[in-house]
């Protein structure tokens, strides 16, 4: 491979790929995009992230990069001089959008598995509420980050926008499938004037699946869930 060629082994699905996949679009970086089956994985896969053996890998040259976040990182220092910066400027910015981002990966993709894994409708409601009091702490995260402008990065896009956006279609779809409104206008308001800024980007508009694959893939997952559930 030549030096400097961009190759990323992904799942369509997957927020973590989809993050990625943002950031090398609002970079402007051209990179050849191979999706993997994550339950039947590949010895391309195996090879370049034999440690966890899950997406995404950026292969850059010879260097392999595994983890969403440490590659975003990774993707914006490398490239620095393309663009704004994603990360913040100071020590104390950079820490406190690095909190966030764990507290998203810690928190909301759990909360939308328990979601699709509920078996009755008190287990349903008890992670919609979940779901609602996590939401409601990022709101509380943008109010504090975006400092009165469109996003927690300021004016343009950041880390912390990227890390969430990649949810957006996502909470879309665990909306529909849940029949509940998580994205609450009425308990997160400026999440969700956030999430229609952020939807219009075009690094988003270029990365995330529609609501409806989302959808049909996530029930698809209730089904085996379900099955796995019923036979135990």
């Known amino acids: 491979m030549a030096e400097g060629e961009l190759k990323l082994l992904g799942m369509w699905a997957s927020p973590f790929v989809i993050r990625v996949r943002m950031m090398l679009e609002e970079k402007g970086l051209s990179y050849e995009y191979i999706e993997q089956?994550?339950?039947?994985?590949?010895?391309?896969?195996?090879?370049?992230?034999?440690?966890?053996?899950?997406?995404?890998?950026?292969?850059?040259g010879d260097r392999d990069?595994?983890?969403s976040l440490v590659i975003l990182e990774y993707i914006d220092e490398n490239w620095s001089?393309?663009?704004?910066?994603?990360?913040?400027?100071?020590?104390?910015?950079?820490a406190i959008a690095r909190f966030w981002?764990?507290?998203?990966?810690?928190?909301?993709?759990?909360?939308?598995?328990?979601i699709l894994r509920a078996t009755t409708e008190e287990a349903k409601a008890?992670?919609?509420?979940?779901?609602?009091?996590?939401?409601?702490?990022?709101?509380?995260a943008f109010k504090k980050c975006s400092t009165g402008k469109g996003f927690f990065g300021?004016?343009?896009?950041?880390?912390?926008?990227?890390?969430l956006g990649s949810y957006?279609?996502?909470?879309?779809?665990?909306?529909?499938?849940?029949?509940?409104?998580?994205?609450?206008e009425t308990k997160m308001p400026l999440l969700v004037?956030?999430?229609?800024?952020?939807?219009a980007v075009d690094c988003a508009k270029k990365s995330l699946p529609s609501v409806e694959r989302l959808e049909k893939h996530a029930r698809g997952l209730q089904v085996t869930i379900w099955k796995v559930v019923s036979a135990n």
């Open 101 to 114: 981002a764990a507290y998203i990966e810690d928190k909301l993709l759990l909360s939308f598995i328990g």
């Open 65 to 67: 990069i595994c983890e």
């Open 193 to 199: 004037e956030w999430g229609k800024r952020f939807l």
């Open 37 to 60: 089956d994550v339950f039947n994985k590949s010895e391309l896969l195996l090879k370049h992230n034999p440690t966890y053996k899950k997406v995404p890998v950026l292969i850059h």
């Open 154 to 163: 300021g004016d343009s896009i950041g880390y912390l926008d990227v890390t």
């Open 168 to 184: 957006l279609t996502w909470i879309k779809a665990a909306e529909r499938i849940s029949g509940a409104k998580l994205l609450d």
């Open 81 to 94: 001089g393309i663009g704004a910066p994603v990360l913040p400027e100071t020590p104390y910015e950079r």
């Open 126 to 140: 008890e992670k919609i509420a979940e779901t609602h009091t996590i939401l409601e702490m990022l709101e509380g």
